[in-house]
């Protein structure tokens, strides 16, 4: 969950943290530049998770949301250089998170914890997913759901609904 953030134990029924020791200290410093950027957006609004920090900006006026994007990413860029931050950008927000969380990592201790032999499926439907594709055996079957130009699975859906009903096969 959240990028690889959270791992879900199913024998003990319980999420975990990847990693335990982080800090979030970078925070204090990266949401006063997103109040600004909120302040000149009217509509734009910061959404705070336990590991990021994001302007999304859904619901502004789109010519000047592109504007501000620009501008945001140009900032955001020259202060995470460097540092154990990166920029994402994603449908309609960018993002700064750790860069030592992603869901191709929480993937490969997934897998190197568990041992799991046979099957194995990964869907998804964003480009934070391509990392956990890339980082993905071989024999994983990954599906990207609403194709997208390119990605890094092998096979394309064009909705959650036809996972669900390539699911249902396999019970």
Same mark, same amino acid.
């Given at each position: ?11 003990a029924r319980k ?37 990021? !920090? ?30 154990? !931050? ?49 980082? !993905? ?28 009903? !390539? ?5």
């Amino acid at each position: 969950a959240e990028h690889g953030l959270w791992i879900y134990d199913h024998k003990a029924r319980k999420w975990y943290p990847f990693d335990r020791n982080v800090s979030m200290e970078w925070k204090k410093h990266i949401r006063p530049i997103l109040e600004t950027f909120v302040d000149r957006t009217p509509g734009s609004f910061i959404e705070e998770k336990p590991h990021s !920090l994001s302007w999304d900006y859904k619901k502004c006026d789109p010519a000047q949301a592109e504007i501000r994007l620009k501008e945001l990413m140009t900032n955001l860029l020259s202060i995470v250089a460097g540092s154990h !931050l990166e920029v994402i950008r994603g449908e309609k927000l960018i993002g700064v998170k750790l860069n030592s969380i992603s869901k191709g990592k929480a993937a490969l201790r997934i897998l190197e914890k568990e041992k799991i032999a046979g099957f194995l499926m990964a869907a998804g439907d964003d480009w934070t997913d391509e990392e956990m594709f890339a980082s !993905l055996p071989e024999k994983c079957l990954s599906i990207k759901v609403r194709h997208a130009e390119s990605s890094r699975a092998k096979y394309f859906t064009r909705s959650q609904k036809e996972v669900i009903a !390539l699911l249902r096969r396999f019970v």
